[in-house]
């Protein structure tokens, strides 16, 4: 065979394969070459196949959408927790669907906004789920600080589509207010009943993490500082209630009990004076109260989506970065960068310009004990002072007679300006002040 031949490369795509197996051996067949190899006389052999087929490197299986999420459902639902979820968003659903039934037999628009509130549950038991999910993934080269962002962004979206169902009934009810229709007070108030008991069972039978930080985070809303308010007056009345009236209350349980109140009362009123514009009202006051309970929480995960540094800790790390900046051997930070990757969890990009003597393995150790206590996800770039001495050369030109520079300068302590040399072109200047020379 030729060298020519030796260097040709057989097609792996379109090349035909045949497998010969017998008891004597085995030999593959190509287009371009044969090998053969004898199988030892111990292996009992009594097949003989023939595969021929074409041969497609880094063959993937395809899986559609709906298959990986039933294989990551699966995954999750080994979690005793996950089945609880799951059980508590059955139930959550069923409520849900008896309540909008409920909500077109009554025609209360009132009852519909409280049902909103069920809804939002809804998507806060999926963001649940998707926060177990997360537990089991880890970081890629696509995803370096990992999925926790994924819930930054569920708990955001859910609250913004509550705060629209919350414009979409004010919408409603002002067309309402033009031609009032009548409202069947047959069901308004067992409905209040469920939605209030399944609203409360979401909210305090599921440790969701995710909402719970982000209740606390962010600011109060106006129905909490006005309730904060009054009960504070309340307690002290009766001291004993500060434990359960302050600081704050929840603002979802505060709004389930708001919005029941609201609806007990319209039932009393259609039921005492056929006040039918009564319910049109509950529903702008439950709109109103659930839009402004949503909309600090969507201002605290919009910011954290938009990589701002958190104002909360923009006073501590100052501290620690002028406490790291009188560090042996750091000269400058330049660039500093910190933002909220997920919820408590804080990353952040500086550089050091440190002294060209300086060792910058030591000192990135002490710039990062300083930061890695509020700063988890950090990255560092060391890099030492580029100012050098001795790229600076200067000419003395032969025409300048020796008497005209300076004397030379004796021990002591002296200043010298840069005026009394020869002015040369430079990429660098230099001044000399109040030098020791010795």
Request: hydrophobic share 45%; with cysteine.
């Amino acid at each position: 065979m030729s060298a020519h031949n030796h260097n040709i490369m057989p097609d792996l795509i379109s090349s035909s394969v045949t497998v010969d197996i017998s008891n004597s051996g085995y030999n593959v067949l190509g287009n371009k070459e044969s090998a053969s190899c004898i199988v030892p006389k111990y292996q009992p052999l009594n097949i003989k196949k023939k595969l021929q087929g074409t041969i497609y490197p880094f063959l993937t299986t395809p899986h559609s959408i709906p298959e990986v999420l039933l294989k990551e459902l699966s995954d999750i639902l080994k979690n005793k927790k996950a089945q609880k979820i799951l059980l508590v968003g059955a139930i959550n659903v069923i409520g849900t669907i008896i309540l909008l039934l409920w909500c077109h037999s009554t025609g209360s628009m009132a009852l519909t906004a409280y049902t909103y509130l069920t809804i939002f549950d809804i998507f806060s038991l999926l963001t649940c789920l998707l926060t177990l999910w997360i537990q089991y993934q880890r970081s890629s080269s696509i995803y370096s600080f990992g999925y926790d962002r994924f819930v930054v962004l569920a708990v955001f979206a859910s609250t913004m589509l509550a705060q629209l169902g919350a414009l979409f009934i004010i919408k409603e009810s002002i067309e309402r207010f033009i031609m009032q229709p009548e409202i069947h007070t047959g069901r308004l108030l067992l409905g209040t009943i469920l939605a209030f008991v399944v609203h409360m069972v979401v909210t305090y039978s599921i440790n969701n993490r995710a909402m719970n930080h982000v209740v606390a985070a962010s600011s109060s809303s106006w129905l909490q500082e006005h309730m904060t308010d009054m009960s504070e007056s309340l307690c002290h009345v009766i001291p004993g209630l500060s434990k359960l009236l302050l600081p704050r209350l929840n603002p979802f349980a505060l709004i389930a009990f708001a919005g029941a109140i609201a609806l007990f009362s319209t039932h009393v009123l259609i039921d005492a004076k056929m006040y039918y514009s009564a319910d049109t009202w509950a529903a702008v006051a439950i709109a109103l109260m659930t839009w402004g309970t949503m909309f600090p929480m969507s201002m605290y995960t919009g910011k954290i989506l938009l990589q701002t540094s958190p104002s909360h800790i923009i006073g501590q790390l100052d501290k620690l970065l002028r406490e790291a900046s009188t560090l042996d051997g750091v000269l400058e930070f330049r660039h500093e960068h910190f933002w909220t990757v997920s919820f408590g969890v804080l990353a952040g990009t500086l550089q050091v310009r440190v002294r060209r003597d300086a060792d910058e393995q030591m000192v990135l150790a002490h710039v990062y004990n300083r930061l890695s206590n509020l700063v988890s996800e950090l990255t560092i770039q060391i890099f030492k002072d580029d100012w050098t001495r001795s790229a600076m050369t200067y000419h003395l030109p032969s025409t300048t007679p020796f008497s005209s520079y300076p004397p030379p300068m004796t021990q002591g302590h002296c200043a010298t300006s840069v005026s009394n040399f020869p002015r040369h072109s430079s990429q660098e200047n230099f001044y000399f002040s109040n030098a020791n020379i010795r």
